[in-house]
């Protein structure tokens, strides 16, 4: 049985920042997460993505901020339950509560935050008979390392923000870019949309629309598309097939805990800590939902402050904490290290 004072459902950016939140007020975090490593969407989806809204950074990749976390939390020695899935939740006599993976790993604590982002993705996948036997054969769903695709024919499909990105990007890895979307009119932010036009004119992206592809060709893996563009049917020598219609979020069995659902999110009852109808369940970041809910990583931070404020007023409720500024009181992490100011040197002049 792993004990904890806060059990963190979810190990991506607002998870991660809760665990130094609770470090400051002396709490002990342990984290789920259903995928073998700590960052959520930033590192198993767009680790090589800049993310431009993170207050002090005006430019930084998804994977570096989910490192620069890590190290920031380091102090404070978070356990890890990794490539397990939190199955399900238990509330005892005394208020606290165990919550069990699908692995029959156990976890005890006072308090539970799901910081599970927008819960388990799995791709939308376009209607083509073959596409399962292609899969990690030459066709993926998400991007994890670019360097895959270094010399290599691509064939990307979408309309959005992330198949005009990818398709931006790997202009400078891949060794021919194909960008194909059943309508001529993308749906991205603008900027990328004359980005990728630009690519077009200069000849480093292929444009293929308004068109779709509909079979794969290839032996031992992929060599193929095939693309039906208005009554013509062609093909494409591709190395790599990338649909990136979007992924479809699930909350999986945390949707049957008992938790208020609203829209595929959980309900929570206010704004002043974060707590859900079940006293002691807290949820934050993008699995939350409650009027103004913004989905930001900054916003996430936010309320994984606030919880963890409210977290320990109930775990010692006799207790009054007095906040103070890391710039006063420094940080001290579990591990025995200290990081403060410099303190002012006084001395008297004669």
């Not at 390392?145 to 990818?166: C, F, H, M, T």
């Amino acid at each position: 049985m792993i004990k904890t004072d806060i059990l963190i459902i979810g190990a991506g950016p607002t998870g991660l920042f809760a665990v130094f939140e609770a470090g400051l007020l002396k709490l002990k975090c342990h984290l789920i997460d259903a995928l073998p490593q700590a960052g959520g969407q930033c590192t198993e989806i767009y680790p090589k993505k800049p993310i431009y809204d993170i207050p002090g950074f005006p430019e930084v990749l998804a994977g570096d901020l989910v490192n620069n976390l890590m190290k920031q939390i380091e102090p404070f020695q978070p356990g890890f339950t990794l490539g397990e899935r939190a199955d399900t939740i238990e509330k005892l006599d005394d208020g606290s509560f165990i919550v069990t993976t699908e692995k029959g790993t156990k976890h005890h604590a006072p308090i539970v935050a799901i910081a599970g982002g927008l819960g388990s993705f799995e791709p939308r996948k376009p209607p083509i008979t073959n596409l399962s036997d292609f899969e990690d054969k030459g066709v993926e769903y998400i991007i994890r390392d670019p360097e895959l695709y270094r010399d290599k024919n691509v064939v990307i499909s979408g309309g959005g923000d992330s198949a005009l990105d990818w398709s931006i990007f790997l202009t400078d890895v891949a060794k021919s870019v194909t960008l194909i979307h059943r309508r001529n009119e993308f749906r991205g932010a603008l900027d990328s949309v004359d980005k990728v036009q630009e690519l077009k004119n200069l000849g480093k992206i292929e444009l293929i629309t308004p068109a779709e592809v509909i079979g794969l060709v290839g032996n031992n893996g992929l060599e193929e598309v095939v693309i039906k563009q208005g009554a013509e049917v062609f093909n494409r020598e591709c190395d790599h097939f990338i649909p990136l219609f979007g992924l479809s979020p699930k909350l999986g069995p945390i949707a049957d805990w008992g938790l208020e659902i609203e829209k595929n999110a959980i309900k929570v009852d206010n704004t002043l800590d974060y707590q859900t109808n079940i006293p002691g369940i807290y949820a934050i970041g993008d699995v939350n939902t409650y009027p103004g809910k913004l989905k930001l990583i900054l916003c996430g931070f936010h309320e994984a402050t606030l919880m963890c404020q409210s977290a320990y007023q109930r775990i010692f409720p006799d207790k009054r904490y007095v906040m103070k500024y890391t710039t006063v009181g420094g940080v001290e992490g579990f591990d025995g290290s200290k990081k403060e100011a410099p303190k002012a040197v006084i001395r008297s002049i004669n």
